[in-house]
């Protein structure tokens, strides 16, 4: 991603809050002027003095009481305009960033990191507020005050501007050659820093794992390891930085020399006075600060820039499955799906290959095979997680493609093996189905997903917090409230994806005349590896080594020798049989 791409989506932010921004650039120009001429009354005290004009000396008083204090106010009002805009632009970019995030492919959550993206949004805070304070208030106020000293010190001897300019300059290369290096130290702790977040996450998301296992010392071991990495890859980084603050002082050290040669030497000749000599002196201590800080500044716009560059990347990206320039709008659904030779593959791995099947409009149907047949699959086709390599899915004749996402899962209701649950309430949980919902209307879903009585219960009841993943619940209990959210969706199309697999013998069979009486009328996909739930399906879709290999009535399949015969048997006792 080209730099211009970088500073190009940074001003994007910072040009929403124009008038802050520019009010704070003026504010730091005028700091710099002030900063600069409180030396150039070490000139009038001097002189004043030497006149014996009191009066005139209490009035430089008062004038250099006052720049000081303006030039603190001053600061304030820059300081101020500066968190505004830091504080505006991180809300805006972070929104910005979990919203993309949001709209690209499934395929690209699948393959990242939690830790990494996590470690880079932090990252963003650190580099987009340090680059806004390097770039804006330092190197610029820097930058100005070395120009404007340089100009002041041309009033009185221009020998000295221009030799202090030619030493700055002969020592750009070093500059350029240390800023480089301290990026590249920099940029390789990103890498072990993801890497301990990672761990970091894994730990406490896996804690019952690793209580089950008794493993908190291999835990342990991990992350010291982690850190470790982390460590070492810092002290490269501050090493080559300790050498860096080492040569940009000898350089500022260097000019305050040149300078003061210099004018000691023009005091000898008499071309300057010593009112202006005490005014060069002055100016020149200050610079070698300033000098410091334009320097150091100016790496610390490179080190942020880096930290920037990875939210940049991110907030770049573009989904690859796009909604249509001029979608269909699909409202009134009956609930037909065809498949119309479909393949598909992750990467190199074919997962289904040419697929054709028909399901009527408020069908009950069932998807079954072996694990890893390629039956979860069709139902991420059918969502549009993933775009078919070949071949065509609609609805009602209408291709997925030529409506939106949104449309697509709006009349498309899915309950998975592991159903996801946030770290919220149980109210907030099933509401999310809905942009507003009612206590009455979830309570009504929950009641028919057999969790209501178990919710009355609870001391806080539908303000019980089920915790991060819903850790607080049983399996089975997650499932049904994963099917009171579906059920209060109401969608014309519903997946059950192992939806019962966590459920004891009691609960399946409520939450089967459940699924009875949601389902009437609407069609119906189920994903099952434990045949005897769909034994009452309208057909069923035997899939293997991703090929539709069978598909019929459950009576009808067992009369015939294949692949649902056989897993039958295996579920009707002959497994346990072969023991």
């Given amino acids: 991603m080209p730099v211009s791409a970088v500073f190009k989506i940074y001003f994007k932010y910072i040009f929403r809050h124009k008038i802050l921004y520019f009010m704070m650039l003026f504010m730091i120009a005028v700091s710099a002027a002030v900063s600069n001429t409180i030396p150039l009354f070490y000139k009038y005290f001097i002189e004043t003095a030497q006149s014996k004009n009191y009066d005139n000396l209490i009035l430089l008083l008062f004038g250099i009481t006052v720049l000081i204090l303006s030039e603190s106010i001053l600061s304030g009002i820059t300081q101020s305009c500066a968190v505004r805009i830091t504080l505006k632009v991180e809300k805006e970019a ?61 009033t009185i001897s221009w020998k000295i501007s221009i030799a202090i300019l030619l030493v700055f300059l002969a020592s750009t290369p070093i500059f350029a050659i240390f800023i480089k290096a301290t990026l590249a130290t920099r940029k ?58 080492l040569s940009t002082t000898s350089v500022s050290a260097l000019l305050v020399f040149v300078g003061v040669f210099i004018s000691i030497d023009l005091i000898k000749t008499e071309n300057i006075s010593i009112p202006n000599f005490i005014v060069l002196i002055g100016i020149l201590l200050q610079l070698s600060p300033k000098l410091f800080d334009l320097v150091y500044y100016f790496r610390d716009v490179f080190k942020n820039y880096i930290d920037f560059y990875s939210f940049a990347e991110i907030l770049v990206l573009k989904p690859t499955i796009l909604d249509p320039i001029k979608p269909v709008i699909l409202n009134d659904v009956n609930g037909n799906i065809d498949f119309k030779n479909v393949s598909f593959g992750y990467h190199t791995r074919r997962a289904i290959s040419n697929v054709n099947l028909h399901i009527e409009a408020g069908q009950k149907i069932a998807f079954v095979g072996p694990s890893g047949a390629g039956k979860t699959t069709v139902t991420k086709l059918l969502m549009r997680y993933y775009d078919t390599k070949s071949g065509n899915i609609l609805i009602d004749n209408v291709n997925i493609k030529d409506i939106t996402q949104n449309n697509l899962r709006e009349i498309i209701g899915i309950v998975p093996q592991d159903p996801a649950m ?158």
Wanted: hydrophobic share 45%; aromatic share 10%; charged share 25%.
């Fill in 422 to 579: 946030f770290n919220n309430t149980i109210f907030f949980n099933v509401g999310y189905a809905l942009e507003n919902p009612k206590i009455e209307d979830v309570e009504e879903a929950c009641k028919l997903a057999q969790l209501h009585n178990f919710i009355m219960t609870l001391p806080d009841k539908y303000d019980t917090v089920v915790g991060e993943r819903g850790i607080k619940l049983s399996g089975g209990q997650k499932q049904r409230l994963a099917i009171a959210r579906m059920i209060l969706k109401n969608p014309r199309i519903l997946i059950f994806d192992e939806a019962t697999s966590a459920l004891d013998s009691e609960s399946e069979q409520l939450i089967q005349k459940a699924f009875a009486e949601v389902s009437k009328g609407k069609t119906t996909i189920v994903i099952a590896h434990r045949l005897s739930t769909i034994v009452n399906s309208d057909n069923i879709f035997v899939i293997d080594d991703g090929k539709l290999m069978q598909s019929g009535k459950h009576n009808d399949l067992i009369m015939v020798e294949g692949i649902y015969k056989k897993l039958w048997d295996i579920q009707s006792g002959g497994f346990i049989s072969s023991f």
């Fill in 94 to 154: 972070i929104t910005d960033l979990l919203v993309n995030l949001q709209n690209l492919d499934y395929k690209y959550h699948t393959e990242k990191s939690a830790g990494k993206l996590i470690s880079i949004m932090n990252r963003f805070s650190r580099g987009f507020e340090g680059l806004f304070e390097s770039l804006n208030r330092r190197v610029l106020g820097a930058a100005l005050n070395f120009i404007i000293a340089l100009c002041l010190i041309g």
């Fill in 188 to 245: 390789a702790t990103y890498e072990p820093d993801e890497k301990l977040t990672a761990v970091i996450i894994d730990n406490l998301t896996n804690f019952e794992t690793v209580k089950a296992f008794a493993k908190e010392n291999i835990e342990r071991n991990r992350l010291k390891i982690a850190f470790d990495n982390v460590t070492r890859a810092f002290l490269n980084h501050d090493n080559l930085w300790r050498f860096f603050d």
